[in-house]
T-cell receptor
């Protein structure tokens, strides 16, 4: 049973470009959480999704950021018009239920904005 | 607004000795606490957890203690091994609504010297 797969592992974008981060949950998991880790910080919750639904996006910046988890395919975290402050490690976690404490984390995508 | 605090950015111990990592929280709604271990360039890996109805949970060399009145928990590793060298994150969760997102501390970097 493969773990949570995130790709790409590293992503470099110029300011103003779009970044797309993908997360394939573990088999049988229909709940996905996205977290962001800024340098020297802990992980901060961004959004919680179930298949085709956003359940909690209280941690998402109001502008430029969006997330989806379609019926088929991976969950996508999209950042439009990236700025230097978006540089961070983005982690996805999947869970078989809404209980985020049972979630397994992927290896993360490290986004660098130049 | 740091609801979960790990006040020691780093800790260094000798192999075979005890490692004690500390964590404080401010939100009295938190009812579940977890410790994660993280190696560089990898995602967090679940280590051990404790519910607020308990004051101690043990798993092999790892023990977590919870003092609810002090809003404090600690992770004890005995005996410490060089392979334990990693960043340890304390996280907390509140069973509120349909989302059980985790709130993380900033982490403590543990170094176990041979």
């Amino acid at each position: 049973n493969a773990g949570v797969m995130q790709n790409p592992r590293h992503l470099v974008r110029r300011r103003g470009q779009e970044a797309r981060l993908r997360c394939s949950p573990m088999k049988g998991h229909s709940h996905v959480y996205w977290y962001r880790q800024l340098p020297e910080e802990g992980l901060k919750f961004m959004v919680y999704l179930q298949k085709e639904n956003i359940i909690d996006e209280s941690g998402m910046p109001k502008e430029r950021f969006s997330a989806e988890f379609p019926k088929e395919g991976p969950s996508i975290l999209r950042i439009q018009q990236v700025v230097r402050g978006d540089s961070a490690a983005y982690f996805c976690a999947s869970s078989p239920s809404r209980v985020g404490t049972e979630a397994f984390f992927g290896q993360g995508t490290r986004l660098t904005v130049v | 607004d740091q609801q979960v605090k790990q006040n020691s950015p780093s800790l260094s111990v000798q192999e075979g000795r005890i490692s004690i990592l500390n964590c404080d929280y401010t939100n009295s709604m938190f009812d579940y606490f977890l410790w994660y271990k993280k190696y560089p360039a990898e995602g967090p890996t679940f280590l051990i957890s404790i519910s607020s109805i308990k004051d101690k949970n043990e798993d092999g060399r790892f023990t977590v203690f919870l003092n609810k009145s002090a809003k404090h928990l600690s992770l004890h590793i005995v005996p410490s091994q060089p392979g334990d060298s990693a960043v340890y994150f304390c996280a907390a969760s509140a069973n509120q609504g349909g989302s059980e997102k985790l709130v993380f501390g900033k982490g403590t970097k543990l170094t176990v010297n041979p």
